[in-house]
């Protein structure tokens, strides 16, 4: 057994703060959230491939971008609301900034503050409430997907009307569903922090690991936005 | 070697750097809202949304955002490379993977 191998059996059985270090020296946690994040990737490039091989070949409407006339003449007009989703995509973008905000105020735990601190410098230190803001920009999102599927499904674009419909649903379907595990992770945290307290370096990485998934999270809405909504 | 020591050793050995501080997140939160601003108004000026350029101007600028949270806030550009690795290789394969099945079933095509 390596002298790494034996200290941290001896770790285990000592029952102290247990260090999980890999034979790179990283942190087998911090490896093993970026090997998730990486099969993600694949996951959702499944996904944004099959919305986009199905593209402008749905036979019946509604259609993202066109108005159309069913034979029965009822009228649909183009159904994706660009203006909702802008601002669902700035919330987003914005509890990102929010995570990392977070994620330094645990890292700056315990550090002295400077002499006659600014409100943004005392701000950076409050790791609750940057945890806060990002689960309720986060679940502002999911409100403004929610209001998104229901004007759809009212306005006639069901999961099985077409294949848009399909495709879009499941899609950001999935995307929503990762947003909202992310949601739940954060008030996780939050609960920690507020009970105890989240510090040290293994508090550092449960708040790391989960920003590194929050973020991955954004950046996937960054591709469907631009790929989905802005690009006919 | 302590587990700490050997972490900071293979910290420095893979090139990580310290993460950089609110004020230059907040730049990139500006920026990154400043991009969204732009691609949301150029698709409401008709002119540009008939131009060859629009499509292509809008995944630049989508791969420019996603790149710089990636970079910043996700601290690629400051981790170890090894996080590089396993980001950038399955990003490639979803990109590839993407690509060959456009091709394969019409969406893109080469006029020879």
Redesign the interface.
Known sequence: MTTSHTAAAAGHDDGHVHHHYTTTGLDHRKIAIWTFIGSECMLFASLISTYLIYKGRSIVGPFPHEAWTSETGQQFHAILDIPVTSASTFVLLMSSFAMVLALQAVQLRGTPLPANPTWWQRSQRSSQGWLLMTALLGATFLGFQAYEFTSFVHEGLTIKRNLFGSSFFTLTGFHGAHVTAGVLWLMTLLWIDRSRGLQGKNDELLVDICALYWHFVDVVWIAIFTLIYLIR | ????A??D???AD?GAHA?P??NK??K??VI??LI?VV??W???IPAL?ESPFF?PG??I??AV??GI??L???HLKFD?K??RA??T???I???C??MA??FL?G?LSIKL
Not at chain 2, 1 to 4: A, F, G, I, Q, Y
């Open positions: 070697m302590s587990h700490d050997k972490h050793a293979h910290g893979g993460h501080d609110g997140y907040l990139v939160a990154l809202t969204t691609e949301v150029a698709y409401y949304v499509n809008l995944l600028m989508s955002k996603f949270v990636v910043f806030y996700m170890h090894l996080y396993l980001f290789g399955p990003m394969i979803a990109m993977t993407i099945l456009l079933f969406q």
